[in-house]
């Protein structure tokens, strides 16, 4: 009897924190990062390291495709024009390890590095951003931050020339590592990090395989849902723009997966990429739900998949999970980013967005779940991910749903299409 009680309770409760309510939240907004954008703008790089005060840099780079584009090559001109002097970083990975972040903090220490530069994408910027706040106290462990174990206090300033839009950490307070070792990939957040410029030339993502570009727009259209799906509020203007924002990705995502060298559809993404995770649609909604990002972080540091298609894999089952927590923002999402007619009952409306979602997806070749991943996690390894993700949120996470371990689990296990085993 007290243990129905409790479940009764916790049921109350959630209803209590998870009901819809027409409330404007109180909201701060910040998002100093100058954005310079557009065809051969990485030629102004050196001038604004300049204006930041920068004198001695660190070039941070991926696997090579900066080299082998020329892209490299040209920023470090533009830096000896500029009159800066500059060492070099390279062999970033996707999911980008800790060991990578030591070393630049080793080589910047000897140097004398006073400013960050990354040339690449949300995993170069995100190196470049943990090497600046290792430099900067040198005294202290980096990955204390990554494992809440304590908050930054200085942070050297970072720059960077993005390559692919998706990430959003041009313009975002956070940094994602993956501690290689432990298979641990955790987050970051403060304004200490934020980019003090983000040059933004749509033509240098042209290079992009496809199923990054897919991923890349999949992850900041996921951006904005995170932050639409809450239960906790919500203001007109912000809800247009976040509207706007996941219809036009769509649409530009459809035409870059036939015409990937079109300008326009890859300028309207680059510059969606930014305003999803500058948390412009974040104003006035009252907190965001993220669980969807959280539960993908614990995949792909335990399997290293590509974090925009680990979302789409995840994200059905997240929301077929939670969708009558937070039905009104279902309906709603479902009638204005995919145009559904209101059906019988609000529920059947939901459902067919939900679908719709998917159908984008699958139009792009992006999974549905994690078998179309590639990945196939033994019960253990999903109650794993459970646990992890549970502690890395301090216990609970969510606002279209709030959800704790056994949740997590089972969102897993739907994605996996398999039973839970309790
Ligand atoms: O290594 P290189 O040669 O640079 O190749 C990269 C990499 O293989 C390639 N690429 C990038 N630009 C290219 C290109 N290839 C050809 N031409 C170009 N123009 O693309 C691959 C993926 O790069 P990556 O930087 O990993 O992509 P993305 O920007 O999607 O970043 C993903 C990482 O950011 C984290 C993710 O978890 C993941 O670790 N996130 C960071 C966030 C933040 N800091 O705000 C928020 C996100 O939610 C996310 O968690
Ligand atoms: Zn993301």
Not at 23 to 52: C, H, L, S, W
Not at 132 to 138: F, N, V
Not at 173 to 189: P, W
Not at 349 to 367: H, K, S
């Amino acid at each position: 009897d007290r243990i129905g009680f409790c479940v009764y309770l916790r049921i109350a409760i959630e209803w209590i924190e998870n009901r819809g309510t027409d409330t404007m939240n109180n909201y701060e907004f910040y998002a100093p990062t100058r954005v310079i954008f557009g065809k051969g703008t990485e030629n102004d790089t050196g001038k604004q390291i300049v204006a930041y005060g920068g004198h001695h840099v660190l070039i941070v780079y991926g696997g090579g495709h900066a080299v082998r584009s020329g892209l490299l090559e040209r920023v470090e001109a533009s830096l000896k024009e500029a009159g800066l002097t500059f060492d070099t970083l390279g062999g970033v990975v996707p999911n980008p390890h800790l060991s990578k972040v030591y070393e630049g903090i080793e080589l910047g220490k000897k140097t004398g590095v006073d400013f960050l530069l990354g040339v690449g994408g949300g995993s170069v910027i995100d190196t470049a951003k943990a090497i600046a706040y290792g430099l900067a106290e040198p005294e202290y462990d980096v990955w204390d931050l990554y494992d809440r174990k304590r908050k930054a206090k200085a942070c050297l300033p970072v720059g960077c020339v993005l390559t692919i839009a998706a990430a959003g950490s041009e313009m975002s307070d956070s940094s994602v590592i993956t501690n290689e070792k432990t298979g641990e990939k955790r987050g970051t957040n403060s304004d200490l990090c934020r980019c003090r410029f983000a040059i933004e030339n749509p033509e240098l993502t042209m290079t992009l395989p496809d199923y990054q570009t897919m991923a890349g727009c999949a992850d900041m259209q996921m951006h904005t849902m995170e932050r639409y799906f809450t239960g906790k509020g919500n203001m007109e203007i912000t809800d247009s723009i976040a509207e706007a924002l996941m219809r036009t990705v769509k649409s530009k995502t459809l035409i870059l997966h036939k015409d990937p060298q079109n300008y326009e559809a890859r300028a309207e993404v680059m510059w969606a990429g930014s305003l999803a995770h500058n948390n412009i649609t974040g104003c006035g909604n009252g907190g965001f739900d993220f669980a969807s990002h959280r539960l993908e972080h614990e995949l792909s540091g335990m399997f290293d998949v590509t974090h925009g298609a680990g979302l789409c894999a995840i994200w059905g089952s997240w929301a077929r999970y939670v969708y009558k927590n937070c039905l009104h923002r279902f309906v709603k999402f479902a009638e204005t980013v995919h145009g559904i007619a209101p059906q019988a009952t609000e529920e059947d409306t939901a459902l067919l967005g939900i679908e719709a979602q998917e159908d984008f997806y699958r139009a792009i070749g992006m999974p549905t779940s994690l078998d179309e991943l590639g990945v196939h996690p033994t019960d253990a390894q999903m109650k794993e991910m459970a646990r992890r993700c549970a502690i890395a949120v301090g216990g609970q996470i969510g606002s279209a749903m709030v959800l704790h371990e056994p949740d997590m689990y089972r969102i897993y296990c739907m994605a996996a299409g398999k039973q839970p085993q309790d």
